[in-house]
T-cell receptor
Framework: NAGVTQTPKFRVLKTGQSMTLLCAQDMNHEYMYWYRQDPGMGLRLIHYSVGEGTTAKGEVPDGYNVSRLKKQNFLLGLESAAPSQTSVYFC?????????????FGPGTRLTVT | TQLLEQSPQFLSIQEGENLTVYCNSSSVFSSLQWYRQEPGEGPVLLVTVVTGGEVKKLKRLTFQFGDARKDSSLHITAAQPGDTGLYLCAGPSGGYQKVTFGTGTKLQVIP
């Protein structure tokens, strides 16, 4: 099993450009999450999904969109990139919902917006 | 939103020393988790504590959940360079659909 994979690993964008980050999991998990990690701020939830075809906003959703057309994939889109979106992005999945459930994380995507 | 504050933010120690990392909140959590993140990788779950006062041991790591379920601590005995990483505490929020992560403690163990 590959677990959770993320594509791409690194990306540099210019302000105003758009891009899509792909997350894939092969553990048949219902729940998937997108986080961003900035120095000194831990992990902040951007959007999440509790099942195929459903998405919900997290703590910092502005400037991002997501789609979960297939159970195994969760896409994060940046419509018009801004320097404030420079960050490391992590995707995670879990078998159960929040309380005590283990989240499995991908290796991250390092995004720089110039 | 339930907040989790971790202290210290940074810790640099010599191999063989002991250390304690804290995770505190003003809110009650039904459970708390500890994750470790190594450079260039995603976090990996170390432990989940679910009962107030609970103590769990994982080799040289000891985790404690506060009696009031508002705080947790991680104690490492005889730290080794392999313990280097970012330690994150996390707890359920938003009707258990989401997880709130703490601000993290970055640990460096010097050989």
């Amino acid at each position: 099993n590959a677990g959770v994979t993320q594509t791409p690993k690194f990306r540099v964008l210019k302000t105003g450009q758009s891009m899509t980050l792909l997350c894939a999991q092969d553990m048949n998990h219902e729940y998937m999450y997108w986080y961003r990690q900035d120095p000194g701020m831990g992990l902040r939830l951007i959007h999440y999904s509790v099942g195929e075809g459903t998405t919900a906003k997290g703590e910092v959703p502005d400037g991002y969109n997501v789609s979960r057309l297939k159970k195994q994939n969760f896409l994060l889109g940046l419509e018009s990139a801004a320097p404030s979106q420079t960050s490391v992005y992590f995707c995670a999945s879990s078998y159960l919902l929040g309380d005590g459930s283990e989240q499995y994380f991908g290796p991250g995507t390092r995004l720089t917006v110039t | 939103t339930q907040l989790l504050e971790q202290s210290p933010q940074f810790l640099s120690i010599q191999e063989g020393e002991n250390l304690t990392v804290y995770c505190n909140s003003s809110s009650v959590f039904s459970s708390l988790q500890w994750y470790r993140q190594e450079p260039g990788e995603g976090p990996v779950l170390l432990v989940t504590v679910v009962t107030g006062g609970e103590v769990k041991k994982l080799k040289r790591l000891t985790f404690q959940f506060g009696d009031a379920r508002k705080d947790s601590s991680l104690h490492i005995t005889a730290a080794q360079p392999g313990d280097t990483g970012l330690y994150l505490c996390a707890g359920p929020s938003g009707g258990y659909q989401k997880v709130t992560f703490g601000t993290g403690t970055k640990l460096q163990v010097i050989p």
